[in-house]
């Protein structure tokens, strides 16, 4: 069935100017068949009134580990359930991040999501958030399951995996890294720096040696010192690196998050590192085995208080990093083509003629009102 959608201000299109509030897309087939404005509209078999909002491209999150009260660690309902969750708010495609485990459980869990993507192709692959990383920037991770990485290690998960782990989160100064970041890249696997003790020179060494993301920046890191830039200068001075955000206003400033926008525009990809109290309530709930309370929307482990992911959705970071005053297409290219591409997906993420057609229709406020996958309307407020 054919979705003229109209009229909308068009984001993610080469054939659109987001300035034109009287566009229009159709979507057909599952695709985006045409893209125009004002009077000469195709036919269709429905027609959306856009109400003059925008429409954008279906959100795409790398990195976040549940929702609506599960994690992705508890298998295949969990992931269906907080999938369902994230889509409402406009996230059509998502990889599925792992927090720390055992490598048996790992290589179980990578080998589980690959089952998933055989049937289900919104669901990107799997993220490695562990179990390579630094015990004093551990976060919200077990500590006791920590380890460098080594070869075998590395193979078993890639093999488990079938070609489907998309990103894997590592400490460059650990032993044995630089042979993981060659192995994983040479698997088609994003490398990111992370959890890490790594200073300036030691993350560039990592991205010389083919990591190309930075898990989280500012978070579980060294910090911005004048006399000691630490790795996300290092990732904003070079241009092959995406730095992801959480853009909840709890893992970094609001005012700071526009800073990144504006030194690195294009290479800043909206994550929300969601866990399971995203989209429910607040109480107790528990992260990679470790206890977690989240209160006012904010996650904290009960031991040290340390910030355990977030309960964001794409849509609402979105809101607030325009909020905090970056351009609208920015941060819709944030939330969705900067992400895609940093793990490959440049087909993703975008509204071209011929562009899957995933679409978000938000209101003048930035609100989700409908959002579509493959075509089909999967969600509506």
């Known amino acids: 069935m054919s979705t003229l959608i109209h009229p909308v201000r068009v984001f993610g299109s080469a054939e659109a100017d987001p300035d034109d509030v009287d566009g229009w897309v159709l979507l057909d087939g599952g695709r985006v068949s045409a893209v125009g404005s004002g009077g000469q509209r195709p036919a269709a078999d429905e027609m959306v009134d856009g109400g003059n909002g925008c429409l954008v491209p279906g959100f795409v999150d790398i990195h976040g580990h549940g929702g609506g009260g599960v994690s992705f660690d508890d298998g295949p309902e969990a992931i269906r359930t907080a999938r369902a969750l994230h889509r409402a708010h406009g996230t059509t ?12 459980d790992l290589a179980a869990r990578v080998a589980m999501v690959a089952d998933l993507c055989e049937t289900d192709a919104t669901i990107l692959g ?10 004093g920037h551990k976060g919200a991770h077990a500590e006791g399951l920590l380890r460098a990485p080594d070869a075998a290690s590395v193979d078993r998960l890639l093999e488990a995996g079938r070609g489907t782990i998309q990103q894997v989160t590592l400490a460059p100064e650990l032993p044995g890294a630089d042979d993981a970041i060659a192995r994983f890249s040479a698997a088609g696997v994003a490398v990111a720096v992370g959890h890490t003790a790594a200073d300036a020179a030691g ?60 030194a690195a525009p294009g290479r800043v990809a909206l994550v929300t590192d969601a866990m399971a109290a ?59 083509s900067v992400p895609a591409r940093a793990i490959g997906r440049e087909d993703l993420g975008r509204l071209d003629l011929g562009a899957t057609a995933d679409a978000v229709l938000l209101t003048p406020e930035l609100a989700v009102r409908t959002v579509w996958v493959d075509g089909v309307a999967a969600a509506s407020a």
């Open 93 to 104: 495609r998502a990889v599925i991040s792992l927090v720390t485990a055992s490598i048996d």
């Open 278 to 336: 995203a989209g429910a309530h607040d109480g107790h709930y528990e992260l990679g085995g470790l206890a977690v309370d989240v209160t006012a929307g904010v996650a904290r482990l009960q031991d040290g208080g340390a910030i355990a992911g977030s309960t964001l959705t794409q849509d609402e970071a979105v809101r607030r990093v325009v909020g905090a005053g970056v351009p609208r297409a920015l941060a819709f290219a944030a939330a969705a």
């Open 203 to 262: 993350t560039r060494r990592a991205f010389d040696a083919g990591a190309t993301l930075l898990t989280h920046a500012f978070n579980a890191m060294r910090g911005i010192h004048h006399r000691a830039p630490g790795p996300v200068v290092a990732a904003l001075r070079d241009d092959r690196v995406t730095l992801e955000i959480i853009a909840d206003g709890v893992h970094v400033d609001l005012d700071l998050v526009a800073t990144v926008f504006a």
């Open 126 to 135: 799997s993220h490695l958030e562990g179990p390579f990383l630094d015990p």
